[in-house]
């Protein structure tokens, strides 16, 4: 880690005050948190901004096609018991995002980044992070992300000779692909509950065999490595074998699986499992995602869920039918424009919920709702779609930007 006293040169502060400006002027004009265009004004400015701003930070980056958002925000609540911690918290997760959040981090002690997965390795070569870890690997946005397997060689040849500790998934064959040209990996046991993006070996194109909860290729023997951090029911088994409960206020399988690997990331920095484990407790929600609002009357919980991978999970964390739920897709460059994936999504898991339909694609998706054989209404907006449900809490899915347009509405 370098001296966190060595000040800025005048030109890396010209570029953070002219980034803090232009950030300023973007909320000013209800352009949103402004840290995308502060970042690419301070970059411009100063192209090496964004390594000497993590200079003096302990960094981990934290990347993945699902749970990014998620898991940095409890990396980041576990790694505040042991000092400053400064985090690209609401998901601006490109290098001019992180060149924003970084500098508001002259004071902090730790920098806990989340990063796009086709920025991962570009990050990495500037930050020179203590860890680094990986999630998963899923399609996603077709139109602009390269096949997952592809996006696994580039890490993979990223992360050769990388000097940070890697913490990585062993459940999923990409991740581990990727992980393992590294030196020094933490394999952590965080389960895959979407399975078809990984059929095929990624080293030798085998069939992949799944035997129980393992994997192995039947060509080349590329397998499961074992995992020294396991996510087991409601609990953490650390590599001597504690087990440490995990008590989130967040729902569902997946968060459990984000709190497994963030615990691993954690022990890292020297946090122990029971004070990480305690500290995410705090955590209700992110960015948004999972708050329960109220709207017209009636209490609505807010969903996530970007590609199949994370549909499927968020199947599996909505109330029992007949609870009402909304469903809203865009396709804004930020979604990627590519609704394709829309037919991967097994839609079939929504049967006996009443469902409302509304997005700019909302046609997209009627369409394959229809031939899931549900019962659902489109809608034009949100209050119509409330309007026309049935009594009880609403369950809202949206994939990214009609998520932000559901937040919107709601005053969230």
Wanted: include cysteine.
């Amino acid at each position: 880690m370098a001296d966190s006293t060595q000040p800025l040169s005048a030109r890396a502060k010209l570029a953070v005050t002219a980034g803090r400006a232009a950030a300023a002027v973007s909320r000013a004009a209800g352009r949103g948190s402004g840290s995308v265009i502060g970042g690419r004004v301070a970059l411009k400015l100063d192209p090496d901004l964004l390594s000497r701003l993590a200079g003096h930070l302990d960094v981990v980056l934290i990347s993945a096609t699902n749970g990014k958002t998620t898991t940095t925000r409890l990396v980041a609540e576990a790694l505040r018991a042991g000092g400053e911690v400064v985090s690209n918290a609401l998901g601006a997760n490109m290098p001019a995002g992180i060149t924003s959040a970084l500098s508001g981090g002259a004071n902090a002690r730790y920098g806990v980044l989340e990063v796009d997965e086709k920025y991962l390795t570009g990050v990495a070569r500037a930050v020179s992070p203590k860890a680094i870890a990986l999630l998963n690997l899923s399609r996603d946005q077709l139109d602009r992300a390269a096949e997952t397997r592809m996006l696994a060689e580039r890490w993979r040849e990223g992360l050769e000779g990388t000097k940070a500790t890697v913490i990585a998934n062993a459940d999923d064959p990409l991740i581990v692909w990727a992980a393992a040209s590294a030196g020094n990996v933490v394999w952590v046991a965080a389960g895959q509950e979407w399975k078809d993006d990984a059929w095929s070996c990624p080293s030798c194109g085998g069939v992949l065999q799944r035997p129980d909860d393992s994997w192995q290729c039947g060509s080349c023997g590329f397998a499961r490595p074992t995992p020294t951090w396991v996510l087991s029911g409601d609990h953490v088994l650390d590599p001597h074998g504690s087990a440490w409960p995990i008590q989130l206020q967040l729902p569902g399988r997946a968060n459990k699986a984000n709190a497994a690997t963030a615990t691993a990331t954690a022990a890292v920095f020297g946090i122990a499992p029971q004070l990480a484990l305690q500290r995410m407790q705090s955590v209700a929600a992110v960015a948004g995602r999972y708050d329960v609002v109220q709207y017209d009357g009636r209490a609505i919980r807010l969903l996530l869920a970007k590609n199949p991978a994370g549909w499927l999970e968020t199947f599996s964390l909505i109330d029992p039918p007949p609870t009402p739920v909304v469903l809203s897709v865009n396709a804004r460059s930020a979604d990627g424009t590519d609704t394709s994936w829309l037919w991967d999504v097994d839609y079939t898991r929504l049967a006996g919920h009443p469902i409302a339909v509304v997005g700019d694609r909302r046609l997209d998706l009627a369409v394959r709702l229809e031939v899931a054989g549900l019962d659902f209404r489109v809608h034009p907006d949100l209050r119509q779609a409330v309007a026309g449900l049935p009594p009880g809490r609403i369950e809202a899915i949206a994939n990214y930007t009609a998520f932000q347009d559901l937040r919107r509405v709601v005053g969230n």
